[in-house]
């Protein structure tokens, strides 16, 4: 796969900071989303036709030696320096190193995955924002620390690519 895999880390935060608020928060995440699926698709026609447009992944993993969490963002070679651009033109104090891929799996152990399908229309939010009293990302980690220190590994990985035009004029009668 022609990808780039970066580690994102951003620095702890300090109680000056602790005032912005969760909404605060997740608009700018929504913000950050938007612009990388604005404007952006695969350039060949045939490509765009046989594969789509194309996508990022970010991934939240713990490997299976040690208890830190790690946030990883892959995408498009061709994408890379936009997408490095983007993580710190939103979060400035954030580090974004290239890395080489990373492997979660214990060698000796067993494997589970799932996937997860929306159950009602894609034009549709899974939850606004708006509705949040805690913040998600706080609920989704708090899963990964509970792994053994040595052994356990885990990764939840979310695909976003921009969406077909049929998507978008679906919405648009929907909306």
């Known amino acids: ?13 300090i109680e000056k900071e602790k005032e912005i608020s969760l909404e605060d928060e997740l608009k700018t995440a929504e913000q950050f989303f938007s612009s990388l ?3 952006i698709k695969e350039a060949d ?6 594969f789509g447009n194309p996508f990022f992944v970010f991934e939240i993993a713990v490997h299976r030696i040690g208890e830190e969490i790690y946030f990883y963002v892959a995408c498009p070679r061709s994408l890379a320096q936009m997408m490095e651009k983007q993580i710190l033109g939103f979060w400035p104090k954030a580090q974004v190193q290239p890395v080489t891929d990373y492997n979660i799996f214990n060698p000796e152990g067993q494997a589970v995955g799932s996937i997860a399908n ?6 549709f939010s899974i939850k606004p924002y708006q509705e949040f009293t805690t913040d ?7 899963v990964f620390t509970k792994l053994a ?5 885990a990764a939840l990985q979310i695909l976003i690519r921009p969406s077909k035009r049929s998507l978008k004029k679906m919405a648009e009668k929907t909306i």
């Open 37 to 39: 699926t604005g404007g």
């Open 118 to 123: 929306l159950a009602k229309s894609p034009v």
């Open 1 to 13: 796969m022609n990808l780039t895999l970066f580690l994102v880390t951003l620095p702890q935060i």
């Open 149 to 153: 220190r040595e052994g356990e590994g």
């Open 136 to 142: 998600p990302l706080s609920t989704i980690t708090s």
């Open 45 to 50: 026609p045939i490509k765009r036709l046989l």
